[in-house]
């Protein structure tokens, strides 16, 4: 999208964050430790049951953050087609995570954690707020979700 170009409507931004979710398969993961320091990891994910559904190591930074904080902050790649998702993190040990949230996680990116080291836990992030811009003429009404409702 050109800055020339007129803004999105709220609608059209809550169908291409949905689409985002639904194809990309990165999704980068910030979260800090009981000091605050920061940490930012690209993870893989799925979306399932309104939900984003990350996978990692419990012994590793961001999944003791994750687990131990218990809240996020999500964001796509892509500068200029801006989406961040803040959301409250539940772990699931492997012996724990619904199966239809593994299975949906294994279908899309290929990979079974459940199968894997034992060290592995799912993290189900459910959005608390969401913003979604493309350049700053999109900025105004740039949130779609606020408290876990969908303002659109």
């Not at 990165?26 to 049951?49: R, T």
């Not at 419990?58 to 994750?66: A, E, K, S, V, Y």
């Not at 790649?77 to 803040?86: A, I």
Request: hydrophobic residues 40%; neutral net charge.
């Amino acid at each position: 999208m050109k800055i020339t170009e007129p803004p999105r409507t709220p609608e059209q931004r809550k169908a291409d964050l949905l689409g985002r979710l639904e194809r990309e398969m990165d999704i980068w993961v910030a979260s800090a430790d009981p000091e605050g320091v920061p940490c930012l990891v690209p993870l893989w994910f799925v979306w399932h049951e309104d939900a984003v559904w990350l996978c990692t190591r419990l012994t590793n930074p961001t999944g003791r953050n994750l687990r131990d904080g218990g809240r996020t902050r999500l964001a796509f790649g892509d500068t200029r087609d801006v989406v961040l998702v803040d959301g409250e993190v539940r772990t699931y040990p492997m012996r724990e995570v619904p199966s239809a949230a593994a299975e949906a996680f294994r279908a899309k990116t290929g990979w079974d954690p459940r199968e894997d080291h034992a060290s592995y836990a799912f993290f189900r992030v459910r959005p608390r707020g969401v913003q979604a811009w493309c350049e700053e003429h999109e900025l105004p009404r740039r949130h779609l979700m606020r408290e876990g409702v969908w303002a659109v």
